[in-house]
């Protein structure tokens, strides 16, 4: 059922009515206490509810001149491609807005004043926007990360390219909250995205405390017909075979924390920790050169500066055990003397709280154990990265797309 908004008076789900009218309010814990309560609600009853046609359980067109309008799936009878259509336009006035923290000049501004403040031999490749999206105890509290770079990776998107605005969440030019990502995620399932990721989740999510990574998050943005990659970084032996094209097997990507899931090992020798530092030390020059090369591939002369550089890439979902991040640049200290290079990732973490950050970056005082992530910190066998190449998939393009594969660089 359809219901008129009181404030607003936008058409939304009946079932979606009172969270839309609290969005209206400034009241951050009653809006907040709303969410919980209603999470709880759907926990009850969310398989007679995903069954339900309202919830807008269809696809998008991957026609960038659609301007987010939907459309009909390829292969589907035009009746169901017009009831998916319906569904469509529900979601897209249901969803709701992230609520992020704004800062003034934007954080990338702030931390392009504190790297050029440093001064020295380092050279710093950062992104022009990327608004931080911190997870909240009320919320999303120890499995939403996941959710939250996804929305980081969002306002990148939203702000620095206009045909990904145009598609992305039915061209509504905003970041939707977890809960509407959660049902973009479902109907990209439901376009035959990652069938194989999402029997993981039984096809479903919307509602549930469920742990992502870098394949949904590839999922998504496919979804829209952006070019979302996958990079694997493994010295494992178990990782899977690589083809001869170089992109590892679909079978060995099942998402959503397939391999970086924390498993009971035993006790190892001293002989087998020092081979593990060596193949970490190995694992984390590849994986830095691999970065820098990223964002050094993708330089624009914007806000640059001698020690400062802005790239036009997209930033990085960074997945590991236990937690993924957002890189947003990295820092480089060139070596003297035959000595090797430095490099630093730099990067937003959700689980920090974004007026921390702020702070910190504003007065120029403990921002860089906040941000600055040295190669000494990589110390996992297995890392994972989601980036977004540029342009739109045309038709043909979004068939490929649907299958996620990655990537394999071994080390």
């Known amino acids: 059922m359809i219901s008129s908004c009181p404030i607003c008076n936008i058409q939304v789900l009946t079932i979606e009515l009172e969270r839309h009218a609290n969005s209206h309010f400034d009241d951050d814990e009653l809006q907040r206490d709303m969410e919980l309560a209603h999470q709880m609600t759907l926990s009850e009853s969310n398989t007679d509810i995903m069954n339900a046609p309202e919830l807008c359980r269809g696809s998008f067109t991957s026609d960038s001149s659609a301007r987010g309008a939907s459309s009909s799936i390829c292969g589907y009878s035009s009746h169901y491609g017009k009831v998916l259509d319906e569904q469509i ?41 990327v608004d931080h999206h911190q997870s909240l105890s009320s919320e999303d509290k120890g499995w939403g990360c996941g959710w939250r770079n996804i929305q980081m990776l969002s306002s990148h998107l939203l702000k620095q390219r206009p045909k990904a605005r145009e598609v992305l969440f039915g061209g509504s030019g905003f970041v939707p909250d977890i809960p509407s990502l959660q049902r973009w ?70 998402g959503p924390m397939d391999k970086f899931l924390v498993k009971s090992n035993p006790p190892r020798s001293s002989s087998e920790l020092c081979r593990e530092d060596a193949e970490s030390m190995r694992g984390q020059q590849v994986l830095v050169d691999w970065v820098w090369n990223y964002f050094a591939s993708g330089h624009s002369d914007r806000l640059g500066t001698q020690c400062v550089t802005v790239s036009d890439k997209t930033p990085l979902y960074f997945q590991h055990q236990g937690h993924s991040r957002t890189i947003v640049g990295i820092q480089k200290k060139t070596g003297h003397h035959g000595s090797q290079d430095q490099y630093t990732l730099l990067i937003l973490d959700p689980g920090h709280r974004t007026a921390d950050l702020e702070r910190s970056l504003r007065s120029k005082r403990g921002w860089q154990s906040l941000v600055k992530r040295g190669v000494h910190t990589l110390r996992k066998s297995q890392y994972q990265l989601c980036y977004l190449d540029p342009g739109m998939a045309n038709s043909e393009e979004m068939e490929q797309l649907k299958t996620i594969d990655s990537i394999l660089v071994r080390f």
């Open 185 to 254: 995620l479902e109907i990209a399932w439901d376009k035959n995205f990652d069938t194989i990721g999402s029997s993981h989740f039984h096809n479903k999510v919307y509602g549930a405390k469920k742990w992502i990574g870098a394949t949904e998050c590839a999922t998504l943005f496919r979804s829209f017909g952006l070019r979302a990659r996958i990079v694997d970084f493994d010295s494992t032996e178990s990782s899977g075979l690589q083809s001869k094209n170089g992109k590892r097997a679909v079978s060995q990507v099942r």
């Open 89 to 129: 336009s529900c979601l897209v006035g249901a969803q709701i807005r992230s609520q992020v923290q704004e800062i003034e000049g934007g954080i990338m501004n702030l931390l392009n004043i504190c790297l050029e403040s440093e001064g020295g031999s380092s050279t710093s490749i950062i992104l022009g926007h």
